[in-house]
Structures are given as C-alpha cells and as structure tokens.
C-alpha cells in the first residue's frame, strides 16, 4: 500500500497563496500519478490538478493558472503551489496516488485531507 500525509492548509485572504505538500511513503509499488482533489461543502470532490510519472500535467479549468502541481521523486512529494486564492477555493483537499503492479493491477489511496479557507 501506499501512505499519503498532507500538510500545508489553512486560512488565507482573497489573492493570496498557500502551498500544500503530500509525503508520499515508500512503496515496492511504482506510482503512476499524483493528483489534489477537493471537496467543498455540500459539492462532490472534484479533481483539481493531476501529474503522471513522466510530468505530464492536467488542471481543472477553475484553477489553471492560479494552480500549480509538482512532485520530486527524490523526497517522495507532491506540491500544490496554489496562487490568487478566491473564496470558491474553499475546500478540503485531498492527495491522491494511482499505483500498482502488474500482478495486482491499478490501486489508489488518499490521504486524510488538509483545510483551506479562503476569506477576509
């Protein structure tokens, strides 16, 4: 299995910015990507940005721009630098990694979420 601790949550004012880190455990399995999702209150959890092995990136339309993913393999870490923070930022956000083997095929774990509030 694979553990996922998130770190980085908070309150922060309209326009400012937040970084979120995911410490991803080591595993025998190989990691085939990386993705935030999040879950405001009320709303299904959404996908917010994802990363793959090979750095191929992909973001929701809500936050590209605003939002970057990032991971470094040698920490075993994943980042969300989010930037210009709105009040419909305002979520739990979760990691998530999709890993496997060829044996067992694609498995997925999340983490417990971390708090972002964004308000004056």
């Known amino acids: 299995q694979v553990q996922l601790v998130e770190s980085g949550g908070g309150l922060v004012q309209p326009g400012g910015s937040l970084r979120l880190s995911c410490a991803v455990s080591?595993?025998?399995?190989?990691?085939?990507?990386m993705a935030w999702y999040r879950q405001a209150p009320g709303k299904q959890r959404e996908l917010v940005a994802a990363?793959?092995?090979?750095?191929?990136?992909n973001y929701a339309d809500s936050v590209r721009g605003r939002f970057t993913i990032s991971r470094d393999n040698a920490k075993n870490m994943v980042y969300l630098q989010m930037n210009s923070l709105k009040p419909e930022d305002t979520a739990v956000y979760y990691c998530?990694?999709?890993?496997?083997?060829?044996?067992?095929?694609?498995?997925?774990?999340w983490g417990q979420g971390t708090q972002v509030t964004v308000s004056s």
């Open positions: 080591r595993s025998s399995f190989s990691i085939y990507s």
């Open positions: 990363v793959t092995s090979g750095g191929s990136t």
């Open positions: 998530k990694a999709v890993f496997g083997s060829p044996a067992l095929g694609l498995l997925a774990s």
